[in-house]
């Protein structure tokens, strides 16, 4: 499965995403989430297939969610997420 791959930012809340197909827009998403979410501001379009690596989501559920639900929710990393990322930086 290819999807061309619409990715929006949260301005409410830091490295939350939104991930939906392109040709759909946000039609899918439920308002009370989109209340959450804040005003998307649109930061990417990809070409999502099973060999794509995403930095912090499986593509397999992503692709999975969109075709089920209509949208893939990002969440922000957890503070142990973002220690292991500080640390593999150093």
């Known amino acids: 499965m290819t ?3 619409q990715v929006y ?3 409410k809340r830091a490295e939350m995403y939104l991930y939906v197909e392109k040709s759909r827009g ?3 998403v439920p308002e ?3 209340n959450s979410f804040g005003e998307p501001e649109a930061v990417m ?3 999502l297939d099973a060999q794509r690596k995403l930095a912090r989501a499986d593509v397999n ?3 999975a969610d ?3 639900q209509g949208y893939y ?3 922000p990393p957890t503070p142990d997420q973002l220690l292991r990322r500080d640390r593999a930086s150093e």
Do not use: F, G, T
Request: overall charge positive; charged content about 10%; aromatic content about 0%.
């Open 26 to 28: 946000l039609v899918d």
């Open 66 to 68: 969109i075709a089920v």
């Open 9 to 11: 930012r949260s301005p």
């Open 45 to 47: 379009v990809l070409k």
């Open 3 to 5: 999807l061309i791959c």
């Open 73 to 75: 929710l990002q969440m």
């Open 32 to 34: 009370a989430l989109m």
């Open 61 to 63: 559920q992503v692709l």
